[in-house]
């Protein structure tokens, strides 16, 4: 079994790293210091499972552990932590695994034999038990076998295509697996709906202005709307993104 | 537990007793009795006089007194609101003007059904004697009520504190995670583990001492080193401390674990959720016969985590600072996107030794 170890102390990776060294059958395949390290090593290396540390700087392991969800084959998670009692108590409620620091090697290896997959929407729930906003930081995208995280706050808008949602950032657009109503549920805060597949992050519109027939259209801070067919507001949205725009 | 924190706060916070219950009602009777006693006693020639004067100035002094403690009860609420020195001055005031009407209708009432048969003085000289008795036995029965809500105040006040300084030194995040540090260390590095463990029990027994206990500056900077030493194991080099503070006379005293619960703060809810860490700034300089001290630290712009054990270690501070300066000190937070920092002003005193 290939064992992933995250944890932004390198104390504590360490001693789980000698825990497992004393164990058969586990590997450590690697270690991270934060979470975004984290699931790119986890794209990479593909381990069975991750010791996820929950509180890291950047990005913390419960937000780390929803973006492995993305992949082809996400690991089994196991988190670690000194003291969180809240998320303790929705461990305990959905059996997910955990290990208390300092961890104790019987504990570990009871964690990593019952180690199991975890449902997004089962650690939504737990970021939100846990007194963390479950607003993630970041959007995650697959571009062939790696996984790219996009910072929200890097992102212009989010427009649904057919099956799939293509989220235009700073550097790029790329297709992502969440829908735009989940989406906008998520980030209804500082984004705002102007049509049926479009939201679009009211800190990014410069002004809105009108299009030779007619219709309004939003111009965004970097001046594009040359794209013009997706930013167009649909009439039914139009008092609502001038709300927000005054409101912004 | 939330609830259970609130009505404390309310009890310590109340300056005067709850007139509403009955050990109240019981203590203020006692007095009214007491009273008349001596007025009684005062006026004695013959035993019969006496239980007559006795019995005379019991019903009209009782009267008073019950209906004192109803108005007491009633407005308790208001009065506790105007602030500590208002609510007694107004009390005092509400309950004098009660006893001159009441003077006064006394006075009407034994014209009309007893002709002078109790009241054996002129009108003026009746209000007049009831005036001055009343403002002393009030005044009197204030500051007995002043001193002993103070008095209970300041033990409430010191049990919160020794309770909340515990828990805030030993925040289990910190414990479990130095416990950790230390496990992982006994096989990579035993003599750092041996220094560490010397640490942490030198930092446990620092907060198992009474918290009323003062310090020098000295060894509160001290305490913090070593703590400092602890968090540097775990942390590396994500974590840097400056400490500007050699215009502090190191011998001045403040109560003990003030300046470490700071910097407890400062790493947990900054330095750690920064990728690259940051460094704490410790600054302190001597204004007139004040102390200032500041600790401030970068914190991350997108952290997640809600903010509430932090209000418990703030909280703890204000609280060891009240009781120990009372309204000479002082403990204030600025925040703004990127930096959090917290001053303390407190009177500088030597300690003796």
Redesign the interface.
């Known amino acids: 079994m290939k064992v992933l170890i995250v944890d932004d102390e390198q104390p504590a990776r360490e001693r789980l790293r000698q825990l497992l060294d004393d164990m058969p059958g586990y590997d450590v395949a690697g270690d991270a210091g934060n979470g975004r390290e984290a699931v790119d090593l986890a794209a990479r290396l593909q381990p069975d499972i991750v010791l996820l540390d929950i509180r890291m700087p950047g990005m913390d392991g419960i937000e780390a552990a929803q973006h492995m969800n993305a992949l082809d084959a996400p690991p089994a998670i196991v988190f670690t932590t000194a003291y969180d009692e809240y998320a303790i108590d929705a461990f305990e409620v959905r059996a997910i695994g955990y290990v208390l620091k300092p961890v104790r090697r019987s504990r570990l290896e009871g964690a990593l034999e019952q180690a199991a997959r975890l449902a997004a929407s089962t650690l939504a729930e737990v970021a939100a038990e846990s007194g963390i906003e479950s607003r993630r930081q970041h959007i995650c995208a697959k571009v062939q076998d790696e996984l790219l995280l996009v910072p929200i706050a890097d992102i212009s808008y989010f427009q649904a295509d057919q099956k799939y949602v293509c989220v235009h950032h700073d550097n790029g657009e790329h297709l992502i697996d969440d829908s735009l109503k989940s989406l906008e549920k998520e980030f209804g805060d500082s984004f705002v709906r102007i049509h049926r597949g479009a939201l679009v992050a009211v800190n990014r519109i410069d002004r809105l202005d009108r299009t030779g027939d007619g219709k309004t259209r939003i111009v965004l801070r970097d001046g594009s709307h040359d794209d013009a067919k997706q930013l167009i507001i649909s009439r039914r949205h139009v008092a609502e993104v001038k709300k927000r725009l005054r409101a912004s | 537990m939330t609830a259970a924190t609130e009505s404390s706060d309310r009890e310590t916070q109340a300056y005067l007793p709850d007139f509403c219950t009955a050990a109240t009602l019981f203590v203020v009777v006692l007095i009214a009795e007491l009273v008349a006693i001596v007025l009684a006693l005062a006026a004695f020639e013959t035993i019969d006089g006496f239980l007559i004067d006795l019995s005379k100035s019991s019903f009209f002094i009782l009267w008073l007194a019950l209906l004192s403690t109803a108005l007491l009860c009633r407005l308790r609420g208001w009065l506790e609101s105007t602030g500590k020195t208002r609510a007694f001055v107004l009390s005092f005031l509400l309950l004098l003007l009660m006893c001159l009407v009441v003077a006064e209708l006394a006075w009407q009432l034994d014209r009309i059904f007893g002709r002078s048969l109790i009241i054996d003085d002129t009108h003026a000289g009746f209000i007049a004697r009831t005036f001055a008795i009343a403002a002393i036995v009030i005044a009197l029965t204030m500051r007995y009520l002043y001193v002993s809500s103070e008095w209970r105040r300041s033990i409430v006040l010191e049990a919160q504190s020794r309770i909340s300084a515990l828990q805030a030194l030993i925040r289990?995040?910190f414990?479990?995670?130095s416990?950790?540090?230390?496990?992982?260390?006994t096989?990579?590095d035993p003599r750092q583990a041996e220094e560490a463990v010397e640490d942490l029990s030198d930092l446990l027994r620092v907060t198992l001492r009474s918290s009323k206990d003062r310090t020098t500056l000295k060894e509160e900077f001290e305490t913090t080193a070593i703590y400092q030493r602890i968090e540097k194991?775990?942390?590396?080099d994500r974590l840097k401390i400056r400490w500007d503070v050699s215009d502090l006379p190191m011998r001045a005293s403040i109560p003990s674990l003030t300046i470490q619960p700071l910097i407890e703060n400062a790493i947990y809810h900054g330095i750690?959720?920064?990728?690259d860490g940051g460094e704490v700034l410790v600054t302190g300089q001597r204004n007139g016969d004040d102390l200032v001290i500041s600790v401030s630290n970068p914190v991350?712009a997108?952290a997640?985590?809600?903010n509430?054990g932090n209000k418990m270690a703030m909280t703890n501070i204000q609280q060891r600072f009240e009781l120990a300066y009372g309204s000479r000190a002082s403990v204030d937070v600025e925040e703004s996107a990127d930096t959090y920092s917290v001053t303390l002003r407190f009177p500088m005193g030597e300690t003796a030794q």
């Open positions: 289990p995040h414990l479990f995670n416990m950790n540090t230390i496990a992982s260390l096989r990579t194991l775990r942390l590396g750690e959720l920064l990728p991350a997108d997640r985590r809600k509430d």
